[in-house]
């Protein structure tokens, strides 16, 4: 059966027994909808990525750190058949999700929160994700968060971010959780969609404050700078607004929460899906991502359609949606061409190699040198700040166009953090693998590949290293250059 008759049939299958499918049956739509391009365009997808490297992006993608030795032991030696799916359920129901995809979200939404408040929004929605709290919910609590400046309040904080102007606020909530690009519209007519400047002011309109229209009746509208007009809220689809009788200060912003978040919505689950897939396989179903507007078609647009419906129908569950694109075929597959294989990266034939973010690359150095995951010290407070010092200076933008500059390259050769933990008396891996007497010098190397890079060396990586070892006259500096080195190259810095 063709695969993308397989994928319609599927999908009409699912809906015909009025359930959201299954993440397994998502994944086989979506890998059905992905080989029927690659049929199309003739093109040889890679082969499936190994154990290792699977277990290797999973952890950066789910958690945002590396497997430490055991559990990346552990899996490659599982002869289970349904042990990838296993690990995806394990790391989705674990803080480190949470964690990892608070600061993801954090990004996307409010990306430069105001000073001393991204740490209260992050955690605040790592609490929704630990709960597995539905994307919409927590979208109609950012927009309809108190307008009272309070302190405490972590929803406010995409309020307080766009300074409460209606202008902002349009601007903001369409890029954010539309996928639409309404900035250019402010001042004049968009030159390449079909957003006109009447259409940004009447979204800005919906956080005017209601005036009197005379007789006791009331009307919200916004004046058009330079212009002399006002215009009224109106939705960018043009649907009708039903308005209550009387009019509070934030109705205008109630009403567009509602119809932002409703599952009818032509973009919010579109653009949600696409953030998502964007940041599993480095390039999105729809680029730019902030430009859904229809005249930029998708790359595979009934894919991105059922997508959307599916993710819908479960409610919004983005750890429904996760676990689904994870366990799909083209999310599974080497980072290596086969010959002749395209290299365009709209059609997902290989996996995208992606570079780590400051905070990915932060919790995944300290793993390597034996550290325990998901934990700092015994000091949490300094360590929280050492972390976000260490993942400002590796900031980047999008993982999957990321390249690591000159300074940021030598900040990681030389910096205080690498040199702390390639000490080899400061570094718990460094010590244990030193220290452990039944390991030969094969079996210490073949430990820090496995710290460092969550796979076990080729024969001439060992060769090399263990000649290295030999010509060391004591083990523990030896050792530490090994890791070092390890550290500082690509495979360490890159998600593949």
């Known amino acids: 059966m063709r695969p993308a008759v397989l994928a319609a049939l599927t999908l009409l299958l699912i809906h015909g027994t009025g359930r959201a499918a299954s993440p397994a049956e998502l994944a086989a739509q979506v890998d059905a909808r992905i080989a029927a ?34 559990e990346a032991r552990a899996f490659i030696k599982d002869r289970g058949a349904d042990k990838r799916p296993a690990l995806v359920a394990r790391l989705l129901g674990s803080g480190g999700y949470a964690r990892h995809w608070a600061t993801f979200w ?8 105001p000073a001393a ?8 929605i790592a609490a929704q994700l630990r709960d597995n709290a539905p994307y919409d919910r927590v979208v109609r609590a950012l927009l309809t968060a108190p307008a009272a400046r ?6 406010q904080t995409f309020l307080v971010a766009s300074e409460f102007k209606p202008e902002n606020l349009a601007a903001n909530i369409t890029r954010a959780f539309l996928g639409i690009n309404l900035d250019c519209a402010q001042c004049h007519n968009h030159p390449f969609a079909r957003w006109t400047r009447d259409q940004f002011w009447e979204t800005a ?84 991502l902030d430009d859904l507007s229809g005249e930029n078609p998708a790359s595979h647009p009934e894919l991105l359609d059922e997508l959307a419906a599916a993710f819908a129908d479960s409610g919004f569950d983005l750890k429904h949606l996760t676990a689904a694109l994870v366990q799909t075929r083209t999310y599974q597959l080497s980072s290596v061409a086969p010959p002749g294989g395209s290299s365009d990266p709209r059609l997902f034939a290989r996996a995208a190699v992606r570079g780590l973010t400051g905070e990915q690359l932060y919790d995944s150095l300290r793993g390597a040198a034996g550290l325990p995951p998901d934990r700092t010290d015994l000091d949490p407070l300094n360590a929280a700040a050492a972390r976000k010092r260490f993942a400002e200076r590796f900031r980047g933008e999008r993982a999957g166009t990321a390249q690591r500059s000159i300074l940021q390259s030598l900040a990681l050769m030389n910096g205080a953090v690498t040199a702390e933990l390639t000490d080899p008396a400061t570094s718990p891996a460094l010590k244990a693998v030193a220290g452990a007497p039944f390991l030969d010098a094969a079996a210490k190397v073949e430990a820090l590949y496995l710290a460092a890079l969550g796979r076990t060396p080729t024969a001439e990586e060992s ?23 390890l550290l500082n190259g690509s495979e360490f810095g890159t998600n593949h």
């Open 37 to 70: 391009r690659w049929k199309a365009e003739k093109v040889a997808p890679a082969a499936l990525a190994t154990d290792a490297a699977f277990a290797r992006r999973a952890y950066l993608d789910l958690v945002g750190r590396i497997p430490t030795v055991a």
């Open 106 to 113: 954090r990004r996307e939404w409010v990306p430069q929160p």
């Open 117 to 124: 408040s991204g740490d209260e929004i992050e955690g605040w």
């Open 150 to 155: 309070a302190p405490g309040t972590a929803p």
């Open 205 to 288: 309109a919906f956080f005017a404050r209601p005036s009197e229209a005379g007789a006791g009746a009331q009307k919200i509208e916004i004046g058009v700078p330079g212009t002399g007009t006002k215009l009224g809220p109106q939705l960018l689809t043009g649907e009708p607004v039903t308005w209550p009788a009387a009019l509070a200060p934030d109705t205008g912003r109630g009403v567009l929460a509602a119809w932002v978040t409703k599952k009818g919505n032509p973009y919010f689950a579109k653009n949600a899906v696409n953030r998502v897939w964007a940041q599993l396989f480095g390039t999105g179903l729809v680029e730019p």
């Open 463 to 485: 060769a090399a290293a263990v000649r290295h070892l030999a010509r060391g006259a004591d083990a523990g500096p030896a050792l530490a250059d090994v890791l070092w080195a």
